[in-house]
């Protein structure tokens, strides 16, 4: 079909301030923190469900791609558009319909962004726990079809575990609206589409509404940070935190290339050298102390080198004991800035996304730490230790042509540690179109291929003509 | 649709040339208010307006046609004559409503009220007050500001001037920092009022028990660091802050800085800046003319909006 | 930065920067308003680089850059640093002094 008409059609169902085709627009819609572009020939703005309904049945009838998109901070390929079609953009539906407290439940549109909800909630004292790096941007419906994870996953795990009700346009011939799950904590009607759409990165079904479980903020959260000299004794003293039957509320580290970036350009109030390990615990005000004391003295008994304590998590904001964990990523994009030879070529950093049961994190460790020396490419690692997943963060020059193929290289073997060790390459960041190939080995490596056929039917149930973020996941 | 925008430069600039104003008054307008107070002319540290309080009643007449232009969607049309559009202006100075402009008169007055209780001893140029450039500055006319700014320094070294204070947020950050930049040989010191009136230790003359929250410019507190002065001096008074949603480092814009390019746009800044400022109390505190404009434009009447220096002046002076 | 000191190799330098990530978003009044990309310390920050880096430009560029309110909230969250606003200040003085047509550098 012809581009104009296409436009002119989709004017008529979202009215004219809700559909573009600038050229510029265009290109800001299809680019991502992945660093893939695509192409596109509209980006349309739904503002109801019924509308993303109408579009769809369009959509459908003349068989127009769909890629829906939150705010673009995957960091995978996942939002792009893979080949000519249009952008669906949630940013005109961030509306949040109803918090009920005494239900703990809220129930919003996919627009709104994590932080600005829990801002909103605040206000009542609760929280939507799942706190990526990126709750700035992240939207609700990139984070449930995402399955985001965050720092908070040590105690309360990923997206899955927090969505109770799912509003969903499906694309059929109808753009049919399907209502999945249920309001209450305990739901058993047929089988869970809710935990199938949950990470199914915008493949199955568009997201139109959520009803996501909330909870209390905590009373009191106690943190103790400290640098070690060896990765050997943090990884050390993680595990040893861990089969203490200690309840971990947050448990995150970075590497001393890291702290040594942070130290020189950060303005902290610690200082130290080494690795840093971050531990905070969700406490009773009464028992800080001797849960401080405890933990403690297990990072002592780990020759920790310089070590600070906070007894809230004011204390601990104050003096920057998360700021330097969640500087991870920036860190590693001033790292890879500072050594960047053209000013008018921009770096590839890639942030992989490993996990392994906590037991192999050492082994993990150590083979990164040979890969980084066997390429020659320069590594940061950091991550979410409390639950076995690390981010090693690698980067490249995009002129650099010769270093390039080697960078890829390298990527890949990193990803093969996650599988080998027993854990996964993709643990929070999905699979998108950077990571398909990684898919298929890790189901080879498994004896499982067949599990990807059983996929490849699922997606085809709910969307026959294949229209709907094509060219993701497998 | 795609504003009119190289058209407003157009207009900006030639009225900066012509009158050394962004809008075309008379110099009067600008020195009319300090009539009477005995003002010493010739002073090593004056008090530099840089006109913005006098020229805001005559820019929200303006803002306020420009908008209903933009609405009707004649704009493109319309002002594609950039002359039809000086026009306009020439003839909208004239209906600019006098209570308004004696409104800003009097937070001038009250600023020099308040100063006069410092050790501070300070002038004013009258004729010779003038206009930073701002706006030339902002809207990255980088060569027109360079020049203004040059013929703006020239004149305050002939005039043996040395310190200047500053009352409102654009004119303080120009002043204090474009310059130094722009101008190699810049040697004036600049201070802004609220941070001489914070390190006086005025005992306060009245207690005032009031309930507000504060607006904070853009400008005092993400590139001025102007936070913390204005917070201790209406506490000091009794006055109890509440603070709103977004402020200090955070605070949201009140849309004013681009009144002229789209009026609407700004329009709805504003509107969702007074929902979170008067969420939190009706009683408004705003430290800047224009935040003064732009919020007043939207303001609900149960909601008063209000410039700090009325609140000091009660507080401190007799 | 200021007047003629601005070349498209600054803008790049700094600009090439951004990640993408968004962070800045939640905090801009204009993408509030407009509920666009478009509007937001994202957005102008990559159409700058679309002008410079991939020749593209069009009038929604430029109502975008000329509706910044250039207050700096944005600077506030970038975690590459970047100053945000700054770059947009300066980008309107670069492209008047080029009369609205921005300079597309190959690679
Ligand atoms: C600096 C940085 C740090 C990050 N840290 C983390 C982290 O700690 N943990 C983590 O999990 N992720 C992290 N991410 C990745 C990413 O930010 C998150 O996964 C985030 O939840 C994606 O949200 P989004 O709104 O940007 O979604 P998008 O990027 O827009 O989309 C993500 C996917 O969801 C689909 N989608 C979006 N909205 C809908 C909808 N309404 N209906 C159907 N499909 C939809 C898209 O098609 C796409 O497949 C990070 C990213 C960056 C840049
Ligand atoms: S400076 Fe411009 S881009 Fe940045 S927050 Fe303000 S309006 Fe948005
Ligand atoms: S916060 Fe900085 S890096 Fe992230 S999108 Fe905005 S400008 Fe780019």
Known sequence: MNKNDVVRDLRKIVGSGN????????????RSASNIDGSAIAVVFPRSSEEVSNIVRYCYKNDIKIYPQGSASELVGSSTPYSDGIVLSFEKMNKVKEVSILDSYVITEPGIRLFELNQLLAKYGYMFPVDPASVKSASVGGAINNDSGGMMGARYGTVKNWVLELELVIPDEHGTILRVGSKTMKYRGGYDLVRLIVGSEGTLAITTSATLRITPIPENIVTIGGFFQDMRDLMETVIDVKTKGIELFVMEFIDDKTVESACRTMNLKIKGEGHYLLTSIAVAREASERVLSTLESLYRSHNVVQLYKARSQEEAEKMGLLDIRRALYPLAMKIAHESRRDPRSKMFVEMEDISVPPSKLIEAVNRLRSLEASFGIPMVIGGHVGDGNIHPIVWVEETDRDKLKTFYEMIKEIRRIGTELGGTFSSEHGVGIKKKERLVEEFEFKKSLKSLEVMKEVKKIFDPKGILNPGKMF | MAPPIKEILRIIVENVIRVGMPIPVSRRVVFKWAEGLGLKKNSETILFTGTLYQLVPYITSIVGRLESIEKSKLSSLLMSFGAKLSGIADRLLVRTPRGEIERQYEVLRRIVALLKKTDTRFGYLYEDDMYSGALLYDMGLD??????????????????????ITVDPHTTYIMKEVYREVLPRYSLKVKNYLEVLSSSDLTPYRIIRKDVTIHDPCYYARYLKIVEEPRKLLRSGGINIIEANRVRELTFCCGGPIE????????????????????SCKNIVVMCPICYANLSRVKAVDTNVDDISNYLYSIYCE | MFGERISEEVFMRELLKCSFCGFCEWVCPTLKAEESRLYGPRGRVNIIIFAIKDGVWTDLGLRSIFNCLVCGACNT???AGIKISEYIRSFRYYLISREFRPCFIAK
């Open chain 1, 19 to 30: 559909i573009e085709d600038d050229e510029l627009i265009l290109k800001l819609y299809t």
């Open chain 2, 143 to 164: 060569n027109y500001f360079r020049e203004h700014a040059e013929k703006v320094y020239d004149r305050l070294k002939d005039l043996g001037v040395e310190t200047l």
């Open chain 2, 260 to 279: 002229s390019i789209s009026p609407t746009l700004s329009r709805s800044v504003a509107l969702m800046r007074m929902d979170e400022l008067s969420t």
């Open chain 3, 77 to 79: 969250q970038c975690p």
